[in-house]
């Protein structure tokens, strides 16, 4: 007579348990009939589908032990199976162990958001009176660095926290995950959806440094503005020498090169003429020749009008006519 265990299933205990716990197979020389039962850690009997089996002579029989719509507590299960054969002997033991969860209720995370470095959850609940003093926690993770605070998710108000990761080195723009977690057996509910979220991680401001930071920031500018004034050697500009301004400093010969040395050339010494310069006096301009104005007389009205004016004007060449014979000269034709 032998049997073994099977592996418990994912989420054991939210709903009524109807499946196997152990594999059996066992053989008699006669016809004979196998009994067995389940009890708990605590004495609890395990409901099962079938308690008993008869086996054939010089045969071999396989069979399954099944739990009948068990409904266990929250917590770790131990189950030991007794095998009986037809006289009351006890012919095979064998032990089953899982985890139990809890239905009915849930914990999520319902808003995330991370500003200057603080951190702003917002967790829901429903149910959460099954827990009792389970503790639950609140995990903050970029995948390399984490932290960790404890979570009162069974007071009178939803939990809303303000958490500072500041401290906690997370890099600028990293995604931050956001994940509420209980203990075991509470550590599966009703949504797994809703445990964890997302946010960016936005990092405190270098500006902004609080009003007693500003104080400590202005303090410092005016310590550093007096000691700078009256510590500090004050630098005027250069005299400059006999008038003249200091000549620039040639540059640095380069590497490999000899440096260009000018020829140096005797001062000249200022020389001292004995010979006198005959001085030239400015030519005197000589008279131009007047040139006399020919005059030329004209026949006609014109030529009579010049006449006129040259009388009129006082030209001692002019001849010097009566009133009767300008007259009767210019009203000649």
């Given at each position: 007579m032998r049997c073994s265990a099977t592996a418990a299933p994912q989420g054991f205990g939210t709903s009524p348990y109807d499946a196997s716990m152990?594999?059996?197979?066992?053989s008699s020389s006669v016809v004979e009939q196998v009994t067995w039962s389940a009890t708990t850690?605590?004495?609890?009997?395990?409901?099962?589908?079938?308690s008993s089996i008869m086996l054939t002579d010089n045969g071999t029989t396989s069979w399954s032990i099944n739990a009948s719509s068990w409904t266990p507590s929250p917590g770790r299960v131990d189950v030991t199976l007794s095998v009986h054969d037809g006289r009351g002997l006890v012919v095979d033991t064998?032990?089953?162990?899982?985890?139990?969860?809890?239905?009915?209720?849930?914990?999520?995370?319902?808003?995330?958001?991370?500003?200057?470095?603080?951190?702003?959850?917002?967790?829901?609940?429903?149910?959460?009176?099954?827990?009792?003093?389970?503790?639950?926690?609140?995990?903050?993770?970029?995948?390399?660095?984490?932290?960790?605070?404890?979570?009162?998710?069974t007071g009178a108000f939803a939990p809303s926290l303000r958490v500072d990761l500041t401290d906690l080195g997370f890099a600028e723009d990293a995604l931050i995950t956001a994940e509420v977690r209980c203990d075991v057996p509470f550590d599966v509910d009703d949504n797994m959806e809703d445990d964890a979220a997302t946010a960016i991680y936005r990092g405190p401001s270098?500006?902004?440094?609080?009003?007693?930071?500003?104080?400590?920031?202005?303090?410092?500018?005016?310590?550093v503005g007096v000691g700078g004034r009256f510590l500090l050697p004050s630098q005027g500009p250069k005299p400059e020498r006999n008038g003249q301004p200091q000549p620039k400093k040639s540059a640095a010969p380069v590497e490999g090169t000899e440096p260009t040395v000018p020829p140096e050339t005797a001062p000249s010494e200022p020389v001292v003429s004995m010979i006198e310069e005959p001085t030239s006096e400015p030519p005197v301009p000589e008279d131009e020749p007047i040139q006399e104005e020919e005059l030329v007389e004209e026949d006609g009205a014109s030529g009579r009008l010049a006449m006129l004016r040259r009388e009129l004007d006082g030209d001692p060449d002019a001849p010097q006519p009566t009133l009767e014979e300008r007259m009767s000269r210019f009203f000649k034709d």
């Open positions: 152990w594999l059996c197979e066992g850690a605590e004495g609890l009997s395990v409901p099962l589908s079938q064998r032990s089953w162990q899982a985890t139990s969860r809890a239905a009915g209720w849930n914990l999520g995370i319902e808003t995330f958001g991370i500003e200057d470095g603080e951190a702003t959850v917002g967790v829901r609940r429903q149910g959460v009176s099954i827990l009792g003093d389970t503790s639950c926690i609140l995990t903050f993770s970029d995948g390399s660095v984490s932290k960790s605070i404890l979570l009162d998710v270098p500006l902004d440094l609080g009003p007693q930071g500003w104080l400590w920031a202005l303090a410092a500018l005016l310590v």
